[in-house]
């Protein structure tokens, strides 16, 4: 005996990223903005002005990396009950990276879903972060373990935000630009090697090239199934990092910056790049004072850990490697004795 369930349907969770200084938005329910005690001081009174609602709300979480925790969604969950939103009301990412996650996840759980948009207001989040749909926190036993794809409705890329970051954020955002220029566009790299990025009009340039790539890749495989999954370059080797490190000493994108530099010592390895493709990328990365090497205390307990990295299995991890520069493959065919070998390198240093 069978009964079937005729769920077959095309949802279409299209939206548009807008790049220019932010328009007024109006809502007809009530809202929410999540944000954080930095970004509120900076520029929460400026999004204020731009964002009118039926009822307006304010969630101020903790700022860090440390915080992309259960208690801080609890207290996303708990101020919408408080406040009895319902599933016509609305969230406001408002911030960088942590807080778009964080964001984007309650949307995807209260009361089974409501809408998010996201103000992105950092270099990262505003080229990778808050585009894709990827929402979630951390756990004891890694990053973004704990999480589901729920698109925004829109994403506002109001370069103005960035007029305040810091240095260190500022790289760790071109971190995430230089990731999708080895792994996808060949021109791009080349033209970030001579680019000013200090330049507001290249900057923006940057961001719209960066942005439309990893549209490109998402509007492909939305839910990581194949291609989407290269966007990791470098976060296989990068998260086990921000374990170790318990997300205080790098940012992620200075993480990540590392975990390429680990990703192509492999592929050097496995004959992918050649020496002279491999000083390029680092070179750039340096360009932008982002940190290129890391000592590995224990490579062995470095390379159990990426057992626990979402992509990989009981038996076998899943690396993203360039070939060259403009192209990447996605394999877990790579044998324990090179990875122990880059991971030795690296305990060496």
Do not use: W
């Not at 990731?179 to 566009?185: H, L, P, S």
């Not at 370059?233 to 990068?238: A, D, I, K, L, Q």
């Not at 299995?313 to 004795?337: A, C, M, N, R």
């Amino acid at each position: 005996m069978q009964v079937n369930i005729a769920l077959k349907k095309v949802v279409d969770d299209s939206y548009d990223i807008t790049i220019d200084t932010l328009p007024k938005l109006h809502f007809d329910t009530k809202v929410a903005i999540v944000t954080n005690e930095t970004v509120s001081k900076l520029h929460l009174k400026y999004l204020l002005t731009k964002i009118s609602a039926k009822e307006l709300h304010i969630v101020t979480l903790k700022d860090g990396e440390e915080y992309k925790n259960q208690e801080s969604i609890d207290t996303i969950l708990e101020s919408l009950f408080e406040s009895r939103f319902n599933r016509s009301s609305m969230l406001i990412a408002f911030g960088g990276g942590v807080i778009g996650d964080m964001t984007g996840y309650a949307a995807s759980i209260y009361q089974r879903g409501i809408d998010f948009i996201q103000i992105p207001t950092t270099l990262l989040s505003q080229v990778d972060a808050s585009v894709g749909g990827k929402t979630g926190m951390n756990n004891k036993y890694g990053k973004n373990l704990i999480g589901a794809f729920h698109q925004p409705k829109a994403v506002y890329i109001d370069p103005y935000f960035l007029t305040t970051l810091p240095a260190r954020e500022f790289g760790a955002g071109v971190a995430e630009i230089v990731k999708m220029a080895v792994t996808f566009n060949k021109k791009f790299f080349e033209f970030l090697e001579s680019a000013d990025l200090k330049n507001p009009e290249v900057l923006q340039e940057c961001i719209k090239q960066a942005v439309q790539t990893k549209a490109d890749v998402v509007s492909k495989d939305e839910k990581e199934h194949g291609v989407r999954a290269a966007l990791n370059y470098g976060h296989t080797f990068g998260h086990v990092i921000e374990n170790e490190t318990k997300y205080k000493k790098f940012l992620h994108g200075e993480a990540v910056a590392i975990g390429m530099v680990m990703a192509n010592e492999t592929a050097l390895k496995m004959n992918l790049m050649n020496e002279k493709e491999v000083s390029r990328v680092k070179t750039l990365l340096e360009k932008y004072d982002l940190p290129t090497s890391y000592k590995i205390e224990n490579p062995h307990s470095f390379y159990e850990t990426f057992f626990l990295d979402k992509k990989s299995s009981d038996s076998s991890i899943t690396f993203i490697l360039p070939v060259g520069i403009g192209d990447v493959t996605i394999t877990d065919k790579v044998d324990k004795e090179t990875v122990m070998c880059v991971l030795n390198k690296f305990g060496e240093s």
